[in-house]
C-alpha cells in the first residue's frame, strides 16, 4: 500500500446518511463505555462492554466473525474481525501505546474481504477517548452498500 492510499482511507467519502449516523452511534457508545472503565484494560474488556452499550442502543452487534480472504483461486481463514455493527460498519479496538499504519490496512483488508465500506479502528490506551478513533474507508465498497433490512 502506497502513502498516497493511506492518506485516503482517512479521507471523508459520501457515505449513505444511515451509515454516517451509525458511525456515530458507534462513537458514542465507544465513549461512553471507555469513559467507565478508561484507559489499560486489555481489548477483549473493551469489546463486551461496547457490544454491551451498542446492544443497549437496539443495534445488532456480531463479535469475532471469521473473515475469508480470497487468494488467487482459493480463500484463506484464520483472520477475525473484533465486531460487525448492523452489518455495516467493521469496529477494530485496539489497547496499544499508539496506532500504526499497519492496523489501518489490515482494517481496510478485512473491509474488502466483507465487503463493507467503512470501518473504526478504535485505541482504548486513552485517557479521553476522542482522537484515537480512525475511520477507515473502502471507496470501493460504497455501491455495493445495502440497509439491514
Not at 499508539?98 to 479502528?121: D, M, N, Q, T
Request: hydrophobic share 45%; with cysteine; net charge neutral.
Amino acid at each position: 500500500m502506497n502513502p498516497q492510499e493511506l492518506r485516503n482511507l482517512v479521507a471523508k467519502a459520501d457515505l449513505p446518511r444511515e451509515v454516517e449516523a451509525l458511525s456515530h452511534s458507534v462513537i458514542g457508545a465507544a465513549i461512553e463505555a471507555h469513559r467507565h472503565l478508561g484507559p489499560g484494560l486489555i481489548e477483549s474488556v473493551y469489546e463486551q462492554a461496547l457490544t454491551h452499550e451498542l446492544e443497549r442502543r437496539g443495534l445488532w452487534v456480531e463479535r469475532q466473525i471469521a473473515v475469508q480472504i480470497p487468494y488467487k483461486d482459493i480463500v484463506i481463514e484464520g483472520q477475525r474481525v473484533d465486531l460487525i455493527v448492523e452489518r455495516a460498519i467493521i469496529v477494530e479496538l485496539k489497547s496499544v501505546s499508539e496506532i500504526h499504519g499497519v492496523f489501518k490496512a489490515k482494517l481496510l483488508s478485512y473491509l474488502r474481504a466483507a465487503e463493507l465500506s467503512l470501518g473504526l479502528l478504535i485505541n482504548c490506551n486513552a485517557v479521553v477517548l476522542k482522537g484515537p478513533i480512525h475511520r477507515v474507508l473502502d471507496e470501493r465498497a460504497l455501491p455495493r452498500w445495502r440497509p439491514l433490512s
